[in-house]
C-alpha cells in the first residue's frame, strides 16, 4: 500500500466523520475567503488532501515545510528527495509537480510570442519562476527571432549544486536549427538564492 491510499485516521468527530474532514472543510473556506492569509504549510496540506482524501495531511505537510523550507521548495524539490521525505506516494508527489509546472506556465505566458525588451521584467520573473528553487545548476536558452520574439525556451543542460557544463556547439546547433537571431543563456546558481545570471548572444 502506497502512502498516498493509506487508511484514515481514527481520530473521529461527534458525527461520525473523522476529524480532519471537518478541519479540511474549514481549511477550504479560510482558503476561498483569503488564500493569501493562509500559512504555507496550510496550502500545502490543501494540494495534499487531494491526492490523499482518507487521511489527515497536516502532519505531513508540516514535515515537509520542516524539511524543506518553504511551500515554493517543497513544489521543486526532486523526486527522490520528495520519496525520501516520507509520507507521500506517486499521486500526491504527481499533484505538487503539477502546481509547480502551472507557476511557470503562468509566469512564461505572457512573455511567449512578445519582444523581449517590452516584456523584460516578465521575462525575469518567469527565470526566477522557472529556475529560483531549483536544487542543482541548469542552463536555460531562451531563443529569439530577427524582432527579438521570444520563439523557444529550453533546458540545455542540468549539473549539479555547483556545476553545470555548457556545450557551445549545441547552443549553436539548436540556434541554426530554429533559425534563431539572438539566444538568452539563463543559469541558476542553487548556492546563492534568488541569483540568477543571463548572458545575451546574436547569431550575427
Partial sequence: MSADDAPPGLAESTSGEPHHLGHRGRLRERFLEAPEALPDYEILELLLATAIPRKD???????????????????SADLPALMAAGGLG???????????????????????????????????????????????EQFRLLFLDRKNVLIADEVQQEGTID??????????????????????????????????????????
Fill in 57 to 75: 495531511v497536516k502532519p505531513i505537510a508540516k514535515t515537509l515545510i520542516a524539511r524543506f523550507g518553504s511551500f515554493a521548495d517543497v513544489i
Fill in 90 to 136: 506517486p499521486a500526491s508527489i504527481a499533484v505538487l509537480k503539477v502546481v509547480r509546472e502551472a507557476a511557470i506556465r503562468l509566469a512564461r505566458a505572457p512573455v511567449m510570442g512578445r519582444p523581449v525588451i517590452s516584456a523584460w521584467d516578465q521575462l525575469l520573473d518567469y527565470c526566477c519562476a522557472a529556475m529560483t528553487t531549483l536544487p542543482v
Fill in 163 to 204: 556545476h553545470t557544463p555548457l556545450y557551445p556547439r549545441e547552443v549553436v546547433k539548436r540556434t541554426l536549427e530554429l533559425n534563431a537571431s539572438a539566444v538568452i543563456m539563463v543559469h541558476n546558481h542553487p548556492t546563492r538564492p534568488v541569483s540568477i545570471t543571463l548572458d545575451h548572444a546574436s547569431s550575427h
